[in-house]
């Protein structure tokens, strides 16, 4: 079995083959003691292999932030330990990501957001019509397109709630809250994958400016928000979006 070494401490590799969906990632799990990727993960995840006596990984539905929930049972220990990992698969390196989208008045209820910031992000998103005259798009408006004293009001409530929004969006709350993000790309052979604890993902992601984009969307660090749009035209175009660029996490 493979001892940690320097590319694992980093928590990056190559693998052998790549990777398809988070069965497969649960299955490497289970077939950890043949498993080379598996061993490596559970190394980053501090364990001692000559420890472990069973892992038992399944795939979780609905909408949880964590997609494989992985469970642990280490020799002469009654407890179990369980591990909750978000598996983030990519085709390549700039491929975009949703990690969470809701209709504003969703996350006005869940953030505590003010009437006069849930007016703007409503017609952000489109739920409410533009009230400009000659938007660039009829059906909602741009963040560079309300007034200095809007994307004001805005890009300060974000500030103020920057540790809550991207702890939510990210890594989610109660028993299922991801610790760990999986990132692999979703290729054959030759594939790549990263590691990382979920607090180093907040950091990551989250730090930096708060603002607005070049294409008109408000940021908050590395995370992008905007109108989810497309959906074949249905209602759910209108939601918030918060998306990533997961395989960013290959270059740190």
């Known amino acids: 079995m493979p001892t940690l070494i320097n590319s ?3 928590g990056s590799l190559t693998a052998r083959r790549g990777f398809q969906n988070e069965k497969e990632v649960a299955d490497k799990f289970n077939n950890w003691r043949y498993d080379e990727d598996a061993q490596q993960w559970l190394l980053i995840m501090n364990y001692d292999l000559k420890d472990i006596e069973h892992v038992d990984a399944v795939v979780l539905g609905g909408h949880y ?3 494989v929930q992985v469970q642990v049972t280490i020799y002469l220990k009654t407890a179990i330990d369980i591990r909750n990992l978000q598996v983030k698969l990519v085709s390549n390196d700039n491929g975009f990501n949703q990690i969470e989208r809701r209709r504003v008045d969703k996350y006005a ?3 505590n957001m003010p009437a006069a ?6 017609r952000y998103t489109g739920e409410d019509k ?3 005259p000659n938007p660039k798009d009829v059906r909602r408006m741009f963040a560079n397109e309300f007034s200095d004293a809007e994307q004001r009001l805005v890009i300060e409530w974000l500030k103020q709630n920057k540790i809550l929004i991207v702890t939510d969006v990210l890594k989610g709350r109660g028993e299922f809250a991801a610790e760990w993000m999986l990132v692999a790309q979703k290729m054959e052979y030759n594939a790549r994958w990263v590691l990382k604890p979920m607090n180093f993902c907040l950091n990551f992601f989250g730090n930096g400016k708060v603002g607005i984009t070049n294409r008109g969307n408000f940021h908050i660090g590395r995370i992008t928000i905007q109108r989810k749009g497309g959906d074949g035209g249905r209602d759910t175009a209108k939601d918030l979006q918060f998306k990533i660029n997961p395989a960013e996490l290959f270059d740190c």
């Open 109 to 111: 209820t869940l953030w």
């Open 8 to 10: 694992v401490q980093l």
């Open 117 to 122: 910031v849930k007016s703007i992000l409503r």
């Open 65 to 67: 932030k964590t997609d």
């Open 130 to 132: 533009p009230n400009i």
